[in-house]
């Protein structure tokens, strides 16, 4: 719980929260300060109080591949490897791992120590199971992301076996993301799993108490560090006032918050803020064959127009990092010191001018509602930019799942403002995706797909070179605008020891409280 | 009254199926979901594919008879992102939390309403009368998302003493219903104070009077039960949308009610949900007005239900 002040002090947080309610965006407020997250020797124990933004429809690791379900299934299940909070790949049910030189022939070692809930072993045959299941289902949503599995075999009582249609790079993130369940109690149960799931993972399912909350407790057999709380909710709360108000209140202990918020929190005393860096890049993607863009010098123009700078500082209170690539550090193919178009306007209105643009409409569309809190306000601060460089921009706002609809059939009139966040952690499918036939790729470049192959079968020390060329070719190009890497803003509980990971992830093994 | 009965459920049963029926074109009309349910990296080839599994790539028309096939079946069709739930239980699992919120907050209300302008017009006090108007005008101004706000701001964060959101007991109802009953008071204090008023003068109230009854008892037990009928309609139409779901109170509250789910189930574009829970609002509706007809009838002498 947090620390109680005398009322009146916190009274002062209201006055600020109303402020905040009108929108007076007060602008120039620097980066919050993070709580302490050092680690020290914080006494096992104790319980929290998760917030999560959206509520999965389904928390079975077999049909459902979604981000918001990530955060029960690391904490029920276990994959092969594991994707830290940090994005690195970190040994899992698998202690160790060899590929073939073309990357399409993977064996896995498996530990043998290693338990379900319900006391059983894990066998290489419940691996094998797992795929093979997903790979049957032909409503599983986790189907794509293994649809480049040709077979999966168990070759001893230790080692399972990937053969893959084609090489695949990202081989090593994607078995992070699938969570091993065990073989007779998944038969068993069928579509009910979901209502009371058997992992290997650090806490076990205690109950599912739909629109409300998902709680978990300490596995004490686990076969890796055990958690340090012992009982963990994750509470289902949509609305960011509720959530902020939530942690404030001590009822929740943490949760992530709009950047807007972050002035209220710290003003209201009752929590911390904590910063957590983020593998989401916002862009701004564009349909290159549309009118007006199909012109380079147009879309170069875009590129330079957009005053980053200004943005992040006054419309994201600081969270945000300007970035010329579309994919975040700490994800697979982000490149070092690569740089982000600086801001000229001048030079984008003569751009302008050049192309012979003639003052055709082009469109800019973005979630007013359902995407980031500020979407907004970004989209319109941009869309202020562009015309400032002599263009002439039509807002459409629509709900989040329209726009995503939009996006994903190839249906963009014009550009879009976006978030990309590889949940694999791997860039691989951002540049499908984005640059190489996927459905936010306009342009169908032959050399980009060219590049693309040869990044999926580049070894790991090669692949950054590829990646550059490729970021290289889209900046040289402009098939979309990379405007910033976000930066995530928690409010939380003063007495939780947590950084949160870079994926929005709960890893709530590595959660305690100095008060536990 | 049978003839009547039958005639209403009649009208019933055409209003669920217009209700069913524009609730799946709409849904639709939005696009196909595939898109939706598969995160990032899926292909055009798999989005189809995923379309064509789900059924939504047979022709408008195959699609709205396999439908009403299944209703008529009583299958309601399953949540796709969820197959182990039918779309009808996701709904019904939220109804309770609904009723209890829409119930508790309409009946404290309304009562409230009832005691105040009781109150009122027997003691005829300006003074009262201006009390509760006034407030009343006051929190009328205040839309419910903003005033659920100040009270969690108030009694959650500055002074701690409830529970901000979520349900977990008694404690946790107590602000979104502070926040939906206060809404309501006013709404039934200012109309029963007026049709009070207009009653003060009608010729059953001289002649209450006449007989000697005290201004207390007229007030109770001639003038309140006539006054009831105007509100009764306003107040049937009224917690009917509450038990609709009140969505803006569940999502300051973050109340796992109909109004989250179906809101979830909207921007997910799980059609099957958003329809059952269509039906079930419409048949809520329906049921409410029923209702409400037959008490005026019980209520009215002068009204005959045929």
Redesign the interface.
Known sequence: MSTHKPALLRFAGIGAAFAVSAALLTGCMGPAASSDSSSGGAPAGGSAVLAMPAEPANIDPIMMRSLSAWNMYYAVFDGLTRIASDGSVQPGLAESWTANDTQDVWEFTIRDDVKFHDGTDLKVSDIVYTYEKILASETSTNRVAIAMVDTVEAIDEHTVRFTLKNPFSAWLSQVGTIGIVPEVDYEAKGTKFADAPIGTGPYSFVAWNHGVEYQVKRFEDYWGDAGKLENVTFSFVSAPDARVTGVESGTLDAAIVPESQVPVIEASGNAGVIEGTSNKVTLLGINTTAGALKNADVRRAIAIAVDREQIIDQLLEGFGDETGQPVAEGVTGYVDDYPSPEFDKDAAEELVEKSGYAGEEITLQYASTGGGPTDSEVAQAIAGNLEDAGLNIKLIGSEQSSLSLSIANHQITGLYLNHWSPSSMDGDVVVSQLLAGGPEDYSRDPRLAELYLAQQAAGEDDRTQVYREIWEYNTENVYNVPLWQAENAYAASKTLKWTPAIDGIYRIAEISRTDG | MAPYLVRRVLQALATLFIAVTIAFLLGRA????A??????????A??DE?NG??GFNDPLGVQYLNYLSGLLRGDFGV??????QSAID?IA??LP?TITLAITAFAIGLVLAVVAATLIHITGSHTLRALFVWTGSLRQSVPDF?FG?VL???F?????WL??????GTPSLVLPVATIATAQFVLYVRLLDAALGEQTTADYVRTAYARGKGHGMVVLTEMLPNAFLPVLTVAGLNLAGLLGGTIIVE????W??IG??L??AV????FAVVQAGLLVVSLIFVAVNVAVDILYSLIDPRVKLS
């Open positions: 939005s696009g196909k979901p898109a939706l349910i598969l995160t990032e990296g899926a292909t055009t798999q989005i995923l599994k789900l949540s796709y992102r969820n197959p182990g996701i699992e939220r939390a903003f706000v969690v701001l108030l959650s964060v500055a002074l701690g529970p901000s959101l979520g349900y977990s999502q300051v509250f973050a796992p009610g989250t789910a809101i979830g921007s997910q574009r799980d």
